[in-house]
């Protein structure tokens, strides 16, 4: 989402933009193929791949056992052509598997209009939404997060279990292990590669059975990534740099 935002602004607003700071590669990688020769009113290149200044609120090389897992199931359905959901695959699957695994726990995050939207639509009505949300109320290890911001989530995950997301990046930033539901043809491909990709079910289950087990073999692939100018810490300050210097 923020790199089609950010694309279609650089197509609609090029000739008044003075600087353009992109949030992934393929973002820079669009936007300076479209503005490379131009140069703004100081004669400086346009468009930066410095960062985004939200990442600098992620906290980074998080170390510790994998026991918390945070699932951010995306408001849409399985047959929306909007970036599906895999909610109603994994709504039952997890809660079970977590019943079963105590020492384990699991935050619940979906999206803030996901709830409100099955019920619109009639996928769910509203006494399902209930039951559902009593269901996790019962399971002391089991949480519903329905707070405004993701970061205290983000600070007691130690692996995402998601489906696409705009916050994915910024959980990938944090060095600990996700989860992707869905495909991955529309994320850079060295951060795709550090994902644990799952295509049903039991294959998530068994990502999440290894990593509490301590096998995480993607973390050399993730620590590589990251290694990346765009992900390193103090991004507004070299914000700061571009525009002064």
Known sequence: ??????????????????????????????????????????SKKIVYNIGF???????????????????????????????????FENKDVLIKYFQSHPELSLII?????????????????????????QLIIDTPNITLDENPSYIGSFKKADCLIADYSSVVIEYFITGQPIIYLNGTKTIERSIADAFYVSETPDQTLSFVQKLADGIDE??????????????RSDVHTRVIEALLN
């Not at 897992?69 to 909610?87: A, G, M, Q």
């Not at 803030?112 to 209930?130: Q, R």
């Not at 993607?218 to 992900?231: F, G, P, Q, T």
């Open 1 to 42: 989402e923020p790199y089609r935002r950010q694309r279609q602004m650089c197509i609609r607003d090029r000739t008044y933009v003075d600087y353009l700071f992109a949030d992934c590669d393929k973002v820079y990688q669009y936007c300076n193929s479209k503005l490379k020769l131009c140069k703004n009113a100081d």
């Open 109 to 133: 995050r979906p999206h803030p209009l996901m709830f409100a939207h099955y019920i619109d639509t009639g996928v769910m009505n509203k006494a399902e939404v209930d039951a559902y949300k």
């Open 53 to 87: 200044p939200r990442f600098d609120l992620v906290e980074r090389d998080k170390k510790s056992s994998i026991k918390t897992f945070l699932w951010l199931p995306r408001w849409t359905t399985s047959t929306d052509n909007n970036e599906k959901s895999t909610f």
């Open 218 to 231: 993607k973390a050399d692939l993730r620590e590589k990534a990251l290694n990346r100018d765009a992900y």
